[in-house]
């Protein structure tokens, strides 16, 4: 069985000391090791950004792509190879920037894979311009008189658009973060996994102390049902999504792969894709 | 007899005339003729003018017919726009209905006959269509009974009593020809009887994809190349594949990344705005050197442009349409069937060459149906799947972790390595758009990047696949140059031009767009004046030719770029006023036949000093 | 006493060196030197290496120095890295807390100065950096009071006390060296005092759009194009302008177009990737015949590709990117000042042409400091506000409606119809991407397709701006050609040339890169040896050159792909060897000089017949 | 005062006969002769599709770009010249397929412009596809064995991202789409004007008479509060989008013109652009 060591990689990390991302990488890697995943059968597909460069530091197999469209492609690993763990990864920026319109239709779309996003509400690797999540007012340098526009509020989008699983974390809640990922892994279907994960260089303002202080832990509320999409969306709502925990799970999701019809359970690469006559001849036979 | 006949209909959009046509095409294929069937059609769904020429020969025809022999018209409208290009003495059948007016000066004799009184009488406005089969048979002297057998087999599912009503109307057209103009005939000889296919690029595309292995469809809905993933969506379910409905293109080629590095054999199909958005991908695929295969059906541009019109004006951005330096292989066809193992090799080209392979065709093949023999979609003929260089899993299964190298130096004789798979252990690997050493991991090293960048372009210098094709007389005065629905009608103008100048003439089609194959293409022309003919109003495979070092010198032009397709005759009368000396740039189009042109190629003016 | 000297200072990514390095530039710009400034980065926040190089001299100076005099390092890695980069008896200072050595063979004074302990004893990390500039000062024999001037007005509102501590870290610097080390200096000449700007080129670009009229900036965060618009951002309140960020860069260019069409002059700025994802739209402003500006600021592709590294690689894409043929016009600056009224005269190009302006700026001009003269940055000297053909709203008002025609056949000698904008009466139409008629409705005719085409592409032929600049001597012998960053190290060659071959060196600066300005070319080089220099790996201006008709027997290339800027001696080495008839290709970067290569042009290799 | 004849075009409709465009069309040069605008103070930006041709049917200053692009192109129109009408339309797939992600933006950054969609469920222009909104199970070409993906809430996501103004219309109610036209036109920020607008040619379940007797009509129901964001929420949840009128209305909505600094009331194109000297030297200073 695969140990943390396993899924580390030697590369020397690129994120500045004390970046959230290695919580967040961290998390990931125990989960994986905890659900006995070995590194040949995960994919982690990450989008560009600080966060973007999880892949140099997994042992896994690692496809980073271009900016804003890590979902697009982690769907079409998943279809290739059903029996992977696939993974995406990236920050706001990428999900909910240039990634946005991928990011609502990966939501209802509801192939079996997982999304890890790494909030800082920042632009990281561009050196701190003002991203969808940021809160009103942030001063960045591309809103140096503070952000006028209202922040993207993801978890919400993904309640409304009939995702089965929504969780958040933070980046330094270990414990908590391994439970989430690896129930989000389990989940069949799409799930989005939050997480909190500070910029400690470009974010002054949304820190570890100020998540730790602001956070509703709704897995500590025995009173919360976590299979209530109303009573989901209202925590959110109420909350200013300021919330952590499993947020909401739909007891019966249904995985795209299993709405394809005549689709295979081994999906296409360990198929044999050789055409045999009968199937050929049947299909030319509309064209005579 | 005639061993060619040419039918045309116009009418309303929408209004059905597509499945009258659809039943007119193949019926005439299963009597053993050649089928070319082209339309005038708009970007609308319903409403408006539509026409549809179908030409029908015992031998292959693969261009528009010079003239139509009969011309069956729903409305004035289909009149005025069509009478105009009829052979002289033609039959125009109309409906009586319409009042129809021939315009002046055309040759050709306008017979009217009852259609929507007998439709009323048969009680289904559906009939007319029948009717109109049946009269278009009498006059063609095409027996009705494969028009009816046709319709057996084709709508028995709605019962016996709407099969019998659909044979007693094309009866009932069939007859009324017959009745009322006993003399007027247009015989073409009896088909050979021989079964062959009749289907549009876009199907041929799909199939080609089928027999290629391919089993990830990854696309969003564009005229005209939608049916690419219409007829796989179909499909797939036999063979166990996925074709999904993205969002927009952007998320389609990312997602044929994805499935390509999973090891799947992915494509999309789109047209010209979806070739733009796709441009960043496709730099990334060239980076994680990914196979990935895009087809192209092209139509009038740049942005929406013309959706339903013909054009190839996206041959720049196929080849070099990204920002930075990145290898590509552009394909083009010559013809539907040539489609097929086309699109099966693509895949093969695709996993050898690790880099996005693109198909240009265009929207006269994507959408027009053709003849396709037997022979060129036999399963058999078909490029076997060859998987290209793949790690061995049993040999990394032997090794550690961090041993195989995704970039290798150890590199075939294509300067293409190893590939991994996900779930092949000690495989993996971080595939990634940025630059990258031979783990994959990110590096900036001056040494590496020129390393990879000659490593990554220096693999297309070599595809191993059929570039160009070379058609017509050895040693020609002239060659004609051309790809895509072109080729067709440089094939059939050679015999024209060879009569009408006493020279000899060559047909070269370029089956490798890019990288350009220069050397291949001045090894066939030799010393003979080369003639390129290309659906685009800036010459841009003249441009990519000058640019591959092609002498400008002896390099003449032919363009077109109004929508409409380029004809026989205009490359006869292009290539006659080459071989004249008249001139070295051509236009046609535009409702203006071929004339001289200045030299098409964006410069900047010469200006004062 | 040196003219010219050049210092470097090399240490950990994200640990300051960035102000130290502004403070360095700005008191030796304000001492009336020339700056010329760049550095070496990776694509990460913190840690890693980093180093910071600036040239100063008495005399305009606009490429890398040919060595380093004085080279500060502040751990073994700058050693390591920068060390080989110096002249020979150079000046190496170092933290004695890292305990440096010096590699071997290399021939330079290791000097180590406690900057650990001194900062401690200061009781303020920030100061080491002071203590740095300190010392510098006092090997370079710059007035050590400049530094504190220039402290005292960046930190004043910081407090007295901070001051202070400023000062006196930077009195220490400077003494320890002159009482350690009284012999060793490098002095150099003293400024002239004249006060003149330095700036990076993305702030030229912003400073040139708002001298242009530029009021409207939409983009998406990128490096190397970032800072223009946080420049803009900044500069907006002042002039009531409006700058967004928007979800990506296909919003960026549709908003463009949407403030273009709207009247406003409107501008997006993004690298490669954007480019990429722009391509689509750019064909929407072509076919509306909307003004748009789009600056390019080029870094290594393709994909993501090396983010923070020199690159001239998107000229292909900036020029024929887009599917369809579709008009553009693409300019490139010769250096930061240049940047100043180019980005201005870009606006009234584009409401002049009716098409996207795209500015191929590069890595090196928009991120690097150069010193800018007073005269480039004067606003009389900027392009008057043009705004081309205009509807006059009072004529338009005594109209009835439907009779303007915005796409109207009377157009001016440019090829050009007057527009009218939202808010004139009777000036309403259809500005849309699909092919249209005069008054802007959907329109698919041919001969109105054919119009149309002529009319967009021929406009751009007869582009009215400075296309090429000419330097050096007359009937050279060789004329190297160059944009962008390469214009200041081709310019630094000709002398060098010259002096190492006795033959006549000549400098053409291509301002047009598209549409290619062949015949202005030629004018220039007349019987000479064209040798194109470009960062790219493929030859994008030879091809574009030979696409165009220039001939290739003529054409002479040196390339460079590895990230790093052009050098003058590259220049001068390849010149030598060309004159010296010993190739027609040459490559340099990665480690190597300059070298021998094959036709970069891609072609596929000449095969079997 | 303009009339209906004023905002109408001599174009022949290029729309099928009966297609709920038409009616969209006539509300939408209804509301805006009823609110006393001009011609040429209007600008409508139109994306691709069926929906997308309005702009050839409508007397005014017509933008039409790009596949799922009207959105940008719109907020810029506004922010270059605020004295315009300026409204966005389009149809299901332009603004919640490839446009998706800047409908969530647009929603978010609040421009005032109005936003008017033409949803039918499918796609029009391209004869027949699956759209985002389409139902589940739907037959098309393009799901020939019935859709497999959830259909976008793009009501329930307007809410959930902070806009101010959120409707539903039919086509063939006129006299209520004129009105939440009209209303939506007037508030000051981004207002959402969805209608069902049906394709009568490839849709033939979400048909008028569908749509008749499947809406809830709210702005009848004189209990429901359209100032209450977690009621309008709960309304669209629990009727699946099935509602009709204005469903949201934030009386508090403050335009993003209003909180760009240094933004003046005239916009952009109304200003002289030339710079004076001061304001010039003033810049160039920080470069000394
Ligand atoms: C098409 C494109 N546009 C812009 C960029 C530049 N870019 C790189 S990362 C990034 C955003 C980073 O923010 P986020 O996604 O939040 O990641 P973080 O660095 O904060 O982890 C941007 C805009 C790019 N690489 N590609
Ligand atoms: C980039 C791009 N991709 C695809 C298309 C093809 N296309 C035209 S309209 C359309 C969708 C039409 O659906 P919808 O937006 O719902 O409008 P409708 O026709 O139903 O009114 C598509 C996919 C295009 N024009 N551009
Ligand atoms: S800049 Fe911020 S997000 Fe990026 S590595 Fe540093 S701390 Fe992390
Ligand atoms: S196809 Fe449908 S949406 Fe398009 S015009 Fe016809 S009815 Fe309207
Ligand atoms: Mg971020
Ligand atoms: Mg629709």
């Not at chain 2, 439709?119 to 095409?142: E, I």
């Not at chain 2, 016996?160 to 094309?170: D, G, N, P, R, T």
């Not at chain 2, 196929?318 to 099966?344: K, N, Q």
């Amino acid at each position: 069985m695969a140990t943390m060591a396993d899924f580390r990689t030697s590369e020397k990390s690129w994120w500045c000391p004390g970046c959230g991302d290695f919580g967040v990488l961290a998390a990931l890697q125990k989960a994986l090791v905890e659900l006995a995943t070995e590194p040949e059968n995960v994919a982690l597909v990450a989008g560009i950004g600080c966060s973007g460069k999880i892949g140099n530091y997994i042992n896994s197999y690692n496809l980073h792509v271009v900016h804003g469209r890590s979902l697009p492609a982690a769907q079409a690993v998943k279809l290739a190879n059903r029996e992977l763990t696939v993974l995406a990864a990236g920050g706001d920026g990428d999900g909910f920037a240039i990634g946005m319109g991928h990011y609502m239709h990966a939501l209802r779309r509801n192939v079996d894979i997982t999304y890890v996003v790494m909030d800082n509400q920042i632009y990281g690797l561009t050196k701190g311009q003002t991203s969808p999540t940021s809160d009103g007012g942030f001063h960045t340098k591309s809103t140096p008189n503070g952000n006028i526009e209202k922040s993207v509020n993801q978890m919400q989008l993904a309640i409304a658009s009939g995702c089965g699983f929504v969780a958040n974390g933070l980046s330094s809640n270990q414990k908590q973060l391994v439970q989430i990922i690896k129930q989000a892994i389990q989940f069949p279907g799409f799930a989005l996994v939050n997480t909190y994960s500070p910029c400690v260089t470009f974010n002054k303002v949304n820190t570890y102390d100020f998540y730790k202080s602001e956070l509703v832990n709704v897995d500590e509320d025995p009173t919360y049902d976590r299979h209530d999409k109303f009573a989901a969306m209202k925590m959110l709502m109420e909350h200013n999504e300021l919330v952590t925990g499993i947020i909401y799970e739909d007891p019966n999701s249904t995985r795209y792969e299993d709405l394809v019809k005549g689709f295979k359970p081994e999906g296409i690469v360990n198929q044999k894709w050789e055409v045999d006559d009968e199937t050929w001849n049947k299909v030319l036979a509309q064209y005579k | 007899m005639l061993k060619e006949v040419c039918w045309q209909i116009g009418g309303e959009q929408g209004g059905g005339l597509d499945s009258t046509v659809e039943v007119f095409n193949t019926v005439a294929s299963r009597a053993g003729y050649y089928v070319y069937a082209y339309k005038t059609f708009a970007s609308r769904i319903k409403g408006g003018h539509t026409d549809f020429t179908t030409r029908l020969s015992t031998e292959r025809v693969q261009a528009p017919a010079a003239g139509v022999n009969l011309l069956v018209t729903l409305d004035q409208e289909s009149i005025d726009l069509c009478a105009r290009n009829v052979y002289p003495g033609a039959i125009i059948l109309a409906d009586e209905a319409i009042n129809a007016k021939l315009p002046e000066g055309i040759d050709a004799k306008l017979l009217t006959m009852p259609l929507n009184k007998l439709t009323l009488a048969l009680g289904n406005p559906l009939m007319k269509n029948n009717l109109v089969l049946g009269a278009s048979a009498a006059f063609l002297g095409m027996p009705i009974d494969g028009f009816k057998t046709y319709a057996t087999t084709r709508w028995g599912n709605k019962g016996e009593e709407f099969v019998a009503l659909i044979h007693k109307s094309m009866q009932e057209g069939y007859d009324y020809v017959v009745a009322n103009w006993p003399e007027l005939r247009l015989e073409i000889e009896e088909g050979d009887g021989k079964e062959r296919l009749l289907m549009i690029g876009n199907e041929a595309a799909a199939l080609g994809a089928l027999a290629g292995g391919c089993r990830t469809v990854f696309s969003y809905p564009i005229t005209p190349a939608s049916e690419i993933a219409e007829s796989l969506v179909k499909i797939f379910p036999k063979v166990g594949g996925v074709a999904v409905q993205m969002e927009d293109e952007l998320a389609s080629i990312v997602a044929c990344i994805g499935a390509g590095f999973t090891g799947a054999r992915a494509m999309t199909a789109t047209a010209g705005p979806g070739i733009s958005l796709m441009q960043e991908a496709m730099g990334l695929a060239a980076m994680t050197e990914t196979p990935v295969v895009i087809v192209d059906t092209q139509r009038g541009g740049p942005s929406t442009g013309m959706p339903t019109k013909q054009e190839q004006s996206d041959l720049m951005a196929l080849a070099y349409g990204g920002h930075g330096d990145s290898p590509r292989i552009v394909l083009a066809p010559g013809s539907v069937g040539e489609l097929i193992p086309m699109t099966a090799e693509a895949f093969n080209l695709a996993d050898n060459y690790h880099c996005p392979v693109l198909i240009a065709s265009d929207l006269a093949i994507a959408l027009f149906q053709q003849t396709v023999e037997p022979e060129e979609a036999k399963l058999s003929s078909m490029p076997q799947i060859n998987r290209g260089p793949l790690a061995n899993p049993e040999e990394l299964a032997g090794l550690a972790r961090d041993v195989f190298q995704r970039y290798s130096k150890q590199v075939n004789e294509n300067g293409v390595s190893a590939r991994s798979l996900p779930g092949i252990k000690n495989g993996q690997f971080l595939a990634t758009g940025a630059e990258h050493g031979a783990f994959g991991k990110v590096t900036e090293s001056a040494a590496n990047r020129v390393y990879m960048m000659d490593r990554r372009m220096r693999r297309i210098q070599n595809v191993n696949t059929e570039a160009v094709r070379y058609f017509g007389s050895e040693n020609a005065d002239i060659v004609v140059i051309g790809f895509g629905t072109t080729v067709g009608a440089a094939k059939e103008s050679i015999a024209e031009i060879e009569a009408a100048t006493g020279k000899k003439a060559g047909v070269l089609q370029i089956r490798l767009i890019y990288p350009v194959p220069v050397a291949q293409i001045q090894a066939y022309v030799k010393g003979a004046k080369a003639m390129v003919v290309e659906s685009n109003a800036t010459g841009q495979f003249s441009f990519m030719l000058k640019g591959a070092g092609y002498n400008p010198a002896n390099l003449y032009s032919l363009l077109k770029y109004d929508g409409t397709l380029i004809t026989v005759e205009e490359i006869r009368n292009a290539a006659m006023a080459v071989l004249n000396g008249e001139g070295q740039y051509f236009v046609s189009g535009g409702g203006q036949g071929v004339r001289k042109a200045a030299d098409p190629t964006i410069t900047l003016a010469a200006q004062e000093a």
